[in-house]
């Protein structure tokens, strides 16, 4: 391949359409304006599929339901080797095959730390009862004196609500309304603060809110009504329940044999639990994992052979139609698109 004397130097300049030209030197003036004119670009004919860069490809929701999973699993399988110790542990105590060193108390101490950082520890995706959800976790609760036996009594009376000082569309409950009907209109009223009503399976009011946001509402839900209900006059404060987690590690002694017997129990339940849920989480993961086949780019190799073998043949041809090749070949190259590339492999 001949290589253009320095005293004419290819140059590169902008195209039609922003594509780049190699021009001959004497095309800008050096043997005379009009002495040369630019190679023009034959654009290499290819059948192959368009550059696709791996997970670019996939839809937001599918990474971060396998983010979301992946987080989760991490946390239970920790949790559960945690409490396979625990196990062991308070197994061999109870049959004084281990003595009081404080080692028990300090795993308990530990699966307890492990347990309040479940939310964080697992993206958020799962709940009080280990229940997994790539939606951010609720909590669930109840409000004293918001029970349906009590709301069907009574004539016609508007209940004014609050939440956090912030005044609340008011619930209108009048005779002969069904359960359903009072879910929803205390439903309606208080969707636009985030929380969420529903009737359970036990027939009771379910309230529910972003778990990080449920520590402002605790204690900031507040009513007025005429006197059939609730109080009339100023708003009254109702304090939210709620739901009792699944695992409680607060409540887990080891003082003595009847505190590890209790304990011993608990953590049994607490790493059936986590077992379920594990699971659980798994079979997401293998659907989302499902998905990523389905929606994986079909990377086409038609016509590339072709491609290669026309590249190669006019690299080796000198002159700057040559140049040209090499130079279209390289531009747009760059280390985001190589790793892509490598990806697909």
């Known amino acids: 391949m001949q290589i253009p004397s320095p005293s004419t130097p290819p140059v590169i300049v902008a195209g039609n359409g922003g594509n780049a030209s190699a021009v001959d030197g004497t095309a800008l003036g050096l043997n005379g304006e009009k002495a040369a004119t630019a190679t023009p670009v034959n654009p290499t004919p290819t059948a192959a599929a368009p550059l696709r860069r791996g997970l670019n490809n996939w839809d937001q929701p599918l990474q971060r339901d396998i983010s979301g999973a992946q987080q989760a ?32 108390e300090s795993n308990v101490r530990q699966f307890g730390n492990t347990w309040r950082s479940r939310s964080v520890a697992s993206g958020g995706t799962l709940d009080s009862q280990l229940n997994f959800s ?14 349906v036996a009590n709301l069907r009594q009574g004539g016609r009376e508007v ?25 929803l209109r205390f439903d309606d009223a208080l969707a636009p603060a985030g929380v969420r009503v529903k009737l359970a399976e036990d027939g009771q009011l379910e309230f529910s809110a972003a778990e990080n946001e449920f520590a402002a509402i605790r204690d ?29 590690p607060d409540t887990w002694q080891t003082s003595d044999a009847e505190g ?6 608990q953590v049994l339940q607490a790493l059936a639990q986590v077992e379920k849920s594990i699971a659980s989480v798994r079979s997401a993961l293998g659907q989302a994992n499902a998905r990523v086949s389905s929606t994986a780019p079909n990377i086409s190799t038609e016509g590339m ?41």
């Open 159 to 183: 209940l004014a609500l609050s939440l956090g000082g912030q005044n609340l569309r008011s619930v209108v409950l009048e005779p002969g309304m069904n359960d359903q009907q009072i879910a």
């Open 134 to 147: 790539n939606e951010n976790t609720r909590t669930r609760f109840t409000v004293r004196g918001m029970n």
């Open 260 to 265: 590890l017997r209790a304990t011993l129990q």
């Open 220 to 248: 900031s839900l507040a009513v007025q009504g005429n006197g059939q209900r609730f109080p009339a006059g100023q708003l009254n404060r109702l304090r939210a329940e709620p739901e009792t987690p699944v695992i409680e």
């Open 73 to 104: 699993l991490d946390f239970l399988e920790q949790s559960a080797g945690q409490l396979r110790s625990l196990k062991a542990d308070l197994s061999a105590r109870l049959a004084n095959r281990q003595r009081a060193d404080g080692n028990l």
């Open 305 to 345: 052979e072709l491609v290669a073998d026309k590249f190669v043949d006019t690299a080796q041809q000198p002159g700057y139609q040559s140049l040209l090749s090499i130079t279209s070949a390289l531009s747009g190259i760059s280390r985001e698109r190589v790793v892509s590339l490598l990806r697909l492999r």
